[in-house]
């Protein structure tokens, strides 16, 4: 056998052995972050439930959920350990690190609404209190409504007396 023949074997090989090592070394850090879980801190469950941990066993975790709920998770199923600030911020909405007034948003959108404009036409609207949304007033809108009626009922009178001159001897077709 030469070389050739080998190298998509060797090829499979290392790739599969490439695979092999991040999927344990990911399985590694789950543990270890598993083992380093201490009372007191927040986790995760894989289900999204979050929670305070109140004892740590060899297999299992005994949960506080809220007030008088405590559940019993095996190890295997906490997701994550929470860091104390992200745990808060996620269970409580509490933010730590908000900068003083800086880039807070309002809850309304009165603040976006506001202008020092004095254009003099939207000056006069917000003095009028109306604002043009280039809406036609309703007397515009029923002759408009008329005229298209008149319209249709002209066209559709129109065809009708081109199909009574036609008989079923008769066709366009030259």
């Known amino acids: ?19 092999t090592r991040s999927a344990k070394k990911k399985q590694q850090q789950a543990a270890n972050m598993r083992n380093e879980m201490q009372p007191g801190s927040g986790v995760r469950t894989i289900g999204g439930m979050y929670a305070t941990v109140k ?8 949960l506080d ?3 008088g709920v405590e559940l019993l998770f095996a190890k295997n199923a906490i997701g994550a350990v ?5 745990y808060n911020r996620i269970v ?7 900068k003083s007034g800086a880039g807070i948003v309002p809850d309304d959108a009165s603040s976006l609404t506001e202008t020092d404009e004095t254009d003099g036409s939207a000056a ?14 309703a007397a ?12 249709k009922a002209d066209a559709a009178e129109a065809k009708a007396e ?13």
């Open 162 to 174: 081109d199909e009574s001159k036609k008989t079923d001897g008769d066709s366009d077709a030259k």
């Open 124 to 137: 006069a609207a917000a003095a009028d209190g109306k604002l043009d949304l280039g809406k036609k007033d």
């Open 65 to 67: 959920a809220g007030p």
């Open 55 to 62: 004892e740590v066993n060899e297999d299992t975790v005994l």
């Open 82 to 86: 929470l860091t104390d600030d992200e």
């Open 140 to 151: 515009e809108r029923g002759e408009d409504a008329i005229q298209a009626a008149e319209d």
């Open 1 to 19: 056998m030469n070389a050739y023949t080998l190298l998509p074997f060797i090829v499979l090989i290392a790739a599969m052995f490439l695979m």
């Open 92 to 98: 409580h909405g509490v933010e730590h690190d908000l």
